[in-house]
């Protein structure tokens, strides 16, 4: 462990700034890269379904 | 390799190793946050703000090997015109997007500090800039015209000429003197650089190996959506088909 | 320019055939009759009035000529809306009326982008009908169509004629109109537009 | 007035559908600013010293860009025959076509400046008055240039001729509305300069529409 | 986009008529034929062996199309100068002859932008003639042209035939050649290039 | 060769012929950089310190501008068609068309250059690597352009995605392109700067012409 205490985790040396939003927008672009991937598949399965039922 | 062209042997293999990979990833990734954030030690020069560098080079990692990707997948789309290596490269860029904004967006959070600035033009930070510029442009020229294969064979020509950007991104640092830090990997090979040591560079392979993970986990899934769509389209075409040639009324 | 010596009328429920080799002024007569062109001498009479405002006698014609007018980006749809909303005359139900004439209703919805050449002219001929004006001036209207079109295109002349309408029209091969005057155009002599008396 | 509604919502539409030109004048105007930071340095000094006459440059270039067009593609697709053919007035079909193309291309501008004046580095004071000169410049810019397309339209060299016939008018504009966003930053009123603008926009709406309807039924014939 | 089943092939001095309704793809296979488009399945042969280089397939070929690849600020003879140049087939003077087959020899020195509908096209075709080459790809070359023209244009492509030429044409109306195949198209399937198994 | 040649002169030859095109460039080059004193103020200490970045921005705006179109009347009239069935090689077409492009727009814009940099009061040891850095970055801005032009065509917003695709890779072109000119006024050395350029050019010349007629090739399908 490289921290005494929380609060110097959470401050990070002074630069929390830096450090937290950096792993703040990683932590968002990952996440919504994953539920706009998920989305789009149920999106399109839906489609399809459909368009196989109408075909029939 | 022809056996890949086809799209359900493809998504045969892709849907199986799916779970494997999609389990390493939420391994890897347990093992690198915390590491990356608490067990580490800070760097001497750097102090904490090195834990910025697990998430900056491993997305910078990322955005290359994905347009290397790109790339590699657009041959092969132009030459054989494997349909699925379209497919490949167009689900793929998106998030190499993502991973090169996040590169950048790492790289200027890292700079404000270490450099007192947010940005300079040096080659490092140029080309990768421009890098995202060309991610923007297969994307937008992708989807650009009505008929979409249109898209698929410039967006390609695109990706192929591009990719003299990503050895520049990559030596940049040897060719020019900048600012930015030359390659830390090289150099703990040869054991000169004592900064990095293997406190670092274990939190920095685990986030690696994360982010690659995640990336063909993901890969999987827009696969599925780009098929889907295809089948949609097609399913569309064969539908109007019947009528295109339709007549006055005899 | 002028033509030398031309004088026709057409009644209601008329037609003129132009005829003549390629470049004898079938065009260019044409377009003076849509007051596009204006004559040097002589005159357009509608009606038994002289034309002066040529901004209203737009109102009384359709004119279909070799560019289509036709925005690939709209719809075979939209694109016939358009004109029907612009000149503003029939009633909104005739652009599927047209598109249904000129065989174009499975199309309706095709950006006019994808259709074939044939498609494309048959596309501007629905104009006529989307949209009716009692004079139509058709350049070389059977062009690039098929049989059946071109079926379709002498019914719609003469109903056209049947309800008193007038259709003057350019053409090479195709007889489109039975029982009209033919006006064979010979030789066209474009003169220059200044004219002074020799002394 | 069917002939005025029906061609306006049709370029309205058009410019959506098929939104290259009024896009590609966004993003000129967009790019065209965000290269001079790096053509001229970063300096903040030089930067906000240069902004208001940069952003109305390059506004201005923009729209040029973007006249070249108005008229072309109707004229050589055949659409401007079938208009000429409306049967009301020439007049307001170049009523209809001039104000789509504000709407298209000046009003974007409008809503750009602020964002592009602020990479420019333009002091805070500036905004307002940028904004408000550009509403009431872009106008005369639309009309002229209109005019200008028309004369030149079917012309060998329509695009110089274009932009010599128009940007000489162009430049009083220029000097108004540059001068209206230094006045502002100096804390001098900006209000006489701004009222010139509009006078300029009440001479080219009474005088710019009928010109440009007798240039087009002349390009015709 | 693929034609289900089409198996033809033109012997030297052969002719092959393409005759369908508008839409039916006469123009989508002469492309195809002209190596400006890529079959999906299926294969081109020239002199038995597939053509793999469409660069080169292009020495084979003459194509007329839709569209008359003129330059309106050229002249006729410039215009048509440029082209026998470009593809150097022929010597010089097949500009001037290939001007009086299609009755241009009179507008050799006008700006291309003057000439009339059928004039402009008859440009186009005169290219066949000033720079010759074995296999001719006609789209509709009887449009617009007068009875004058389309003599020449069959007698053209007799002489063309009779030197052991190949020609392959859509066409409506006019009949051209004498003792050709006729190809009729009907039903044009666009079909999308991705194919899978369904399971 | 014939291919090459009679392109070649035919492409000088329509430009000189309708010189729309390349007088627009270069009048919308001229126009451009002139209008900076009227936006910007004339004094001669802020202009001087901008007049290199103005010129290349400039520049490279009207070499946009001018791509726009290399392929698109061709593309239209169905002349690209007849290009393809040339029978030898596609990439001697593109060269043709790339070489008539920079000789007709960036041979004038060099030759333009030094007047216009007079106009905007470029200190006099500027002159010499202004033009150095521009004869030897217009060629790729005409080899880039080319290649983004041919990929575009056809495409739904063609002119903002030419912006969009080529600007970008023009930003080294100009970065380098003002730091020679810089590097002069303030007397360092400039070759390093113009190496660059010279390297650029090279790899555009190497890549772009076979991209270009892989593009080319695929519009047409
Ligand atoms: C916006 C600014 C920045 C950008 C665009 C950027 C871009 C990149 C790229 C593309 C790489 C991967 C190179 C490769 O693997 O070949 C990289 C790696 C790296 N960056 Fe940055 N960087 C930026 C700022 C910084 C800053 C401020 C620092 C530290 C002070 C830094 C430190 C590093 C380190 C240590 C590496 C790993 C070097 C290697 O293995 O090659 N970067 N950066
Ligand atoms: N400005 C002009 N000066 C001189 N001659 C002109 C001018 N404009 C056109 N012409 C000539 O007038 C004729 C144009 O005739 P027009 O286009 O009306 O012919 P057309 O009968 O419609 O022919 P087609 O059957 O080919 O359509 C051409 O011969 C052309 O050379
Ligand atoms: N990308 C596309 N997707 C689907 N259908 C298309 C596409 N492009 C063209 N088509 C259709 O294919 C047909 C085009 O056929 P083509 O132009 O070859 O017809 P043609 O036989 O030459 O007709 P014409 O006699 O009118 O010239 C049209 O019906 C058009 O709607
Ligand atoms: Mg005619
Ligand atoms: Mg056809």
New binding site residues.
């Given amino acids: 462990m490289a921290f005494e205490n929380f609060a110097a985790f959470i401050d990070m040396g002074g630069y929390a700034a830096w450090v937290w939003t950096a792993y703040g927008l990683a932590t968002v672009a990952l996440v919504g890269m994953l539920v706009v991937s998920r989305r789009t598949l149920k999106a399109r399965t839906r489609e399809f379904e459909e368009m196989k039922a109408n075909r029939k | 390799m022809h056996k890949f062209a086809n799209p359900t042997q493809f998504m045969r293999i892709a849907n199986a190793i799916y779970p494997w990979v999609a389990g390493i990833c939420v391994l890897l990734f347990a093992a690198a946050i915390p590491i990356a954030l608490m067990f580490s030690p800070p760097d001497y020069q750097?102090g904490e703000t090195v834990r910025i560098?697990y998430i900056?080079?491993s997305s910078?990692?990322l955005m290359?090997m994905i347009y290397g990707i790109i790339a590699a997948n657009s041959a092969m789309f132009l030459i054989w015109r494997h349909p699925m290596a379209n497919l490949v490269a167009r689900a793929s860029a998106p998030m190499g997007a993502v991973f090169c904004a996040l590169?950048?967006i790492t790289?200027?959070l890292?700079?404000q500090p270490?450099?007192g600035t947010f940005?300079v033009w040096d080659a490092?930070?140029t080309s990768?800039l421009i890098l995202f510029f060309l991610y923007i442009g297969y994307i937008a020229l992708a989807d650009a015209f009505e008929d979409s294969e249109r898209g698929d064979k410039a967006a390609a020509i695109l990706a192929l000429v591009g990719s003299v950007n990503v050895p520049i991104?990559?030596f940049s640092v040897e060719w020019w003197n900048t600012l930015?830090?030359p390659?830390?990997?090289k150099a703990s090979k040869e054991g000169v650089d004592s900064s990095v040591h293997s406190s670092i560079l274990l939190p920095l392979f685990l986030m690696m190996g994360a982010f690659t993970m995640f990336y063909f986990a993901l890969l999987v899934l827009r696969l599925r959506s780009e098929l889907l769509a295809a089948k949609i389209r097609n399913a569309r075409l064969s539908q109007i088909a019947g009528h295109s040639a339709a007549q006055p009324a005899e | 320019m002028v033509f030398t010596q031309l004088h026709f009328s057409v009644a209601a429920g008329g037609a003129i055939v132009l005829r003549g080799p390629n470049g004898s002024g079938k065009t260019t007569l044409l377009r003076l009759m849509a007051g596009l062109a204006r004559p040097v001498t002589g005159q357009l009479k509608w009606s038994g009035a002289a034309l002066e405002d040529s901004d209203a006698h737009g109102k009384h014609l359709r004119f279909i000529g070799h560019l289509d007018a036709i925005k690939p980006a709209f719809t075979v749809r939209e694109n016939l809306t358009f004109w029907r909303d612009f000149w503003n005359t029939g009633d909104a139900s005739r652009v599927v009326d047209a598109m249904e004439a000129f065989g174009l209703a499975a199309l309706a919805d095709f950006p006019a982008r994808l259709l074939s050449a044939g498609q494309r002219h048959r596309l501007a001929l629905a104009r006529l009908i989307a949209s009716p004006a009692p004079l139509w001036l058709l350049d070389e209207p059977a062009n690039a169509l098929d049989d059946r079109s071109l079926n379709a295109l002498t019914r719609t002349i003469a109903d056209h004629r049947a309800k008193g309408g007038m259709v003057i029209l350019a053409s090479h091969g195709a007889d489109l109109v039975s029982g009209g005057t033919t006006l064979a155009l010979d030789k066209f002599t474009p003169t220059e537009v200044m004219q002074w008396d020799e002394t | 007035m069917s002939v005025f509604t029906a061609l306006l919502s049709r370029d309205l539409k058009l410019a959506l559908r098929q939104s290259a030109d009024s896009l590609t004048v966004i993003a000129f105007f967009a790019i065209a600013t965000v290269l001079f930071p790096f053509g001229v340095g970063p300096e903040a000094e030089v930067l906000s010293r240069i902004a208001a006459g940069v952003v109305w440059v390059a506004a201005l270039l923009a729209a040029l860009l973007s006249l070249d067009r108005v008229f072309t593609v109707d004229f050589e697709d055949g659409t401007l025959d079938q208009l000429l053919l409306n049967g009301q007035s020439m007049t307001l079909v170049v009523l209809a076509k001039v104000i789509a193309h504000w709407l298209t291309t000046g009003v974007p501008l409008i809503i750009m400046s602020p964002v592009l004046a602020v990479t420019l580095q333009l002091p805070a004071e500036g905004y307002g008055t940028l904004v408000l000169a550009l509403l009431l410049g872009t106008p005369t810019v639309s009309l002229v240039g209109a005019l200008g397309a028309a004369l030149v339209l079917g012309a060998r060299r329509g695009g110089v001729l274009l932009s010599l016939l128009v940007l000489p008018l162009y430049i009083p504009v220029l000097i108004f509305g540059t001068a209206a966003v230094e006045a502002a930053l100096t804390g001098m009123p900006s209000a006489p300069m701004l009222s010139i603008l509009g006078g300029f926009a009440l001479i080219a709406v009474t005088l710019c529409p009928f010109g440009t309807a007798a240039a087009l039924r002349q390009a015709a014939e």
């Fill in positions: 750097q560098m900056h080079v910078a990692w290359m590169a950048l790289g200027m890292w700079g270490m450099w940005w490092r930070l990768t991104i990559h930015h830090q390659s830390i990997i």
